[in-house]
């Protein structure tokens, strides 16, 4: 067979040529889209606006901050109960000079140490072990005051050497001091609200107390005046007396 019919014979029909054209435009079509810059999606859920948290932490300076194991003594089984991994801080109140210790836990910065440093906290090894202490606070963590014994382990016993130091100059700088309540998230328009009603009582009060002196002199003065009376007319009375009996002796 010669070359030329070969040919002939394996090559495509014009139709199916152009059948198999057809087919990739066809193709290309499917995935051609229509190109719109003006199309916008609409969030499914909508964000809350930004809210600024105050932690009381915005007027303080950090003394000290070191991360550590936090333990608290259950009373009611006699063991240490771990409270949470995070830094352990000693804060200073810039306005009033007032110390604290603040500790949140890693990741869901939860408080779990919130008190204030006083002239009698001491510090005192945690038996069997060489990088924790242990000490007696009026803790806020959850809110209200409750006497904890808490313990704090360190990396290594030079961190805990480091805590004890910074810990111990703390307590010197306070020196009567005054202590109150550590910071608490507040509502200041429901403080201001409060602080006016006080004030508006106080005032109150006071115009209350001025009507009641101001009546109690009316009445003082009332009866002094009538007592005043009565003498003078008993004096007259007394003189007249004498009077009329010099003139009877006379006659």
């Given amino acids: 067979m010669k070359p030329q019919q070969l040919n002939v014979l394996f090559a495509k029909p014009p139709a199916a040529l152009k059948k198999a054209d057809t087919s990739f435009d066809q193709d290309d079509e499917i995935y051609k889209t229509e190109e719109n810059g003006d199309i916008q999606f609409e969030p499914v859920v909508?964000?809350?606006e930004k809210v600024d948290l105050v932690t009381g932490e915005e007027v303080e300076k950090v003394l000290y901050s070191q991360r550590v194991k936090l333990f608290r003594f259950d009373t009611e089984i006699s063991q240490w109960k771990e409270r949470g991994v995070g830094n352990l801080k000693l804060l200073k109140d810039n306005q009033n000079g007032r110390l604290r210790v603040l500790m949140r836990r890693e990741q869901v910065l939860k408080v779990c140490a919130n008190h204030w440093i006083t002239t009698t906290m001491n510090l005192k090894p945690l038996s069997?072990?060489?990088?924790?202490?242990?000490?007696?606070a009026s803790d806020f963590s959850d809110g209200d005051a409750k006497l904890e014994q808490?313990?704090?382990?360190?990396k290594t016993p030079e961190l805990a050497e480091e805590f004890k130091l910074?810990?111990?100059e703390c307590r010197r700088l306070l020196l009567d001091i005054p202590l109150q309540?550590?910071?608490k998230l507040v509502n200041t328009g429901r403080t201001a609200q409060l602080i006016k009603q006080a004030e508006e009582m106080k005032s109150g009060l006071k115009n209350f107390k001025s009507f009641l002196t101001c009546q109690n002199k009316d009445d003082k003065s009332g009866d002094t005046s009538h007592s005043t009376s009565a003498v003078v007319v008993k004096l007259n009375s007394e003189s007249t007396a004498p009077t009329l009996e010099l003139e009877n002796y006379d006659l």
């Fill in 166 to 168: 910074k810990f111990e």
């Fill in 181 to 183: 309540t550590p910071h």
């Fill in 128 to 136: 069997g072990s060489d990088r924790a202490w242990m000490w007696v």
């Fill in 46 to 48: 909508q964000m809350p």
């Fill in 150 to 154: 808490l313990a704090a382990k360190f």
